[in-house]
């Protein structure tokens, strides 16, 4: 059984910075594509970043400017995303994903796992 298991969300005001981290459990290859999504209230799921197997390729919601850098540490099976200088908008449930299916790694359907969650808040 495949888990996947966010920490590091909270309340935080804007300016401030977070780091989520995404630890992967079960029989699944840790070495491939993952990333992080986000789900505001009323809006549909969509891709932040996405990183290569090992980590070499990274890519980005071209909403977000640069202020998001994500890292994989695949001897730890974890993916991580560290959040600069955090807005308001960035208000959301972010969601870390596996089971890389392609064809574009910012899109929800080319993941099959999915984890529970956890609550990025932004106060102004």
């Known amino acids: 059984q495949v888990q996947l298991v966010e920490t590091g969300g909270g309340s935080v005001q804007a300016g401030d910075s977070l780091t989520l981290s995404c630890v992967v459990s079960?029989?699944?290859?840790?070495?491939?594509?993952m990333g992080w999504f986000r789900q505001a209230p009323g809006k549909e799921r969509e891709g932040v970043a996405a990183?290569?197997?090992?980590?070499?390729?990274?890519y980005y919601a071209d909403s977000l400017k640069g202020r998001f850098t994500i890292s994989k540490d695949n001897a730890k099976n974890t993916l991580y995303l560290q959040m600069n200088n955090l807005e308001p908008d960035d208000s959301a449930i972010y969601y870390c994903?596996?089971?890389?299916?392609?064809?574009?790694?910012?899109?929800?359907?080319?993941?099959?796992?999915w984890g529970q969650g956890t609550q990025v808040t932004v106060s102004s």
């Open positions: 079960g029989a699944i290859d840790s070495t491939d594509y």
């Open positions: 994903a596996a089971g890389y299916r392609g064809p574009h790694a910012l899109r929800t359907s080319s993941y099959r796992y």
């Open positions: 990183a290569s197997p090992y980590g070499d390729s990274t």
